[in-house]
């Protein structure tokens, strides 16, 4: 295969900006030559690479790293009230959410200025301010890894939960997401804005104006990744039984919390951080953020491990105190 470079950093193919080396690179632009990447006999492990947002790197990367680079945006079908679009995976997510708002369409406004790629954001079924991708996605375009065979899986198929999907559980690593269809509203738009903070950010009750404040409130609480290293969230939210809750609220009354349904209620993983005092603690070069304990920052050299390391003290004194176990939303390898 051409193009093929050797012992590549990828420092800057990473959000966390830690320093890693893959023996070997390619990046691919189109779907034939992503395949013969799949399927090249030379090399026995493949890792495949998307946008770098929520991935943690700890170790050096062997055999072929394959960077998913597949460009373009088409209206597959359309009515009165609503589009079908079709973004490939190499698409940037933001971008693409705003080429979506620039054409008078609706769904995608509450997910603005979530990093990484399309390809990437239904493997953990990205959310924010009370929408999920799911609540769109009517399918998308794989390549299997092993045969190099297409397959496209709907929205059932899929199996979307909280932060989750097929794609990261019983078929993680088997295929490749080479593009996303989402069904959005041209009128009649379903705006939600009642989560968190954001119905007070809103100036202007439209698609348009629920993205603009989700922007601020998000750049006023996350960390650029070009400033900072940093991956955005790094653990999930916890959700708990409610009897668990009631437990929780003898002991700490003020306990912030969102009712996810008859049983369960969902906890701010920042807020159980922040109690703890890890708000703005660095380790090294490896620390939680100043403004926001949910995130995890690189300072400046920290390896993947350290950042590792510092996740795991977390989640080990959150479940000493709390007895709340928290899950890591990042990919770690």
């Known amino acids: ?19 890693c080396l893959c023996e070997n690179f390619i990046r691919t632009s189109d779907e034939g030559e992503l395949r013969d990447a799949l399927l090249n006999s030379n090399f026995n492990q493949k890792f495949i690479l998307g946008g770098g947002s929520n991935l943690l790197l700890t170790q050096n990367i062997k055999g072929l790293c394959i960077q998913v680079d597949l460009k373009g945006i ?24 705003l080429w979506t708002l620039d054409q008078g369409y609706g769904g995608l406004e509450n997910l603005s200025l979530i990093p990484g790629n399309v390809g990437t954001a239904p493997i953990q079924n990205i959310g924010a301010y009370g929408v999920e991708l799911k ?16 397959k496209t899986f709907n929205l059932k198929e899929a199996e979307f939960g909280y932060r989750t999907s097929v794609f990261k559980t019983s078929l993680k690593g088997a295929f490749v997401i080479t593009s996303v269809q989402f069904r959005l ?14 119905k007070e950010e809103v100036k202007k009750l439209d698609p348009k104006g629920i993205s603009e404040a989700v ?18 969230s790094f653990f999930k939210n916890p959700v708990i039984q409610e009897l668990e809750f009631q437990k929780l609220l003898k002991h700490n009354p003020k306990t912030p919390h969102y009712k996810v349904s008859d049983t369960e209620v969902k906890i701010p993983a920042g807020w159980l951080i922040d109690q703890l005092g890890y708000k703005g603690l660095k380790k090294g070069a490896a ?21 590792l390391s ?7 004194k959150v479940l000493a105190t709390y007895e709340i176990k928290l899950e890591i939303e990042v990919n770690v390898y």
């Open 1 to 19: 295969m051409k193009n093929i470079e050797k012992n590549k950093s990828l420092k800057a193919y990473n959000t966390f900006g830690v320093e």
């Open 74 to 97: 088409s209206i597959i079908s359309e009515d009165e009230n609503h589009v079908i679009v079709e973004a490939m995976a190499g698409e940037n997510w933001h971008e693409f959410v």
């Open 135 to 150: 609540d769109t996605f009517v399918s998308c375009n794989t390549i299997n890894q092993q045969t190099g065979v297409g």
């Open 185 to 198: 509203t041209k009128k009649n738009h379903q705006l939600i804005i009642d989560y968190g903070t954001l």
């Open 215 to 232: 922007i601020k409130i998000r750049q006023r609480k996350l960390p650029d990744p070009a400033v900072i290293g940093n991956s955005g």
């Open 287 to 307: 620390g939680v953020h100043k403004n926001q304990a949910l995130v995890l920052v690189n300072h400046g050299n920290a390896s993947g491990k350290e950042i």
């Open 310 to 316: 510092l996740a795991q003290e977390i989640q080990l």
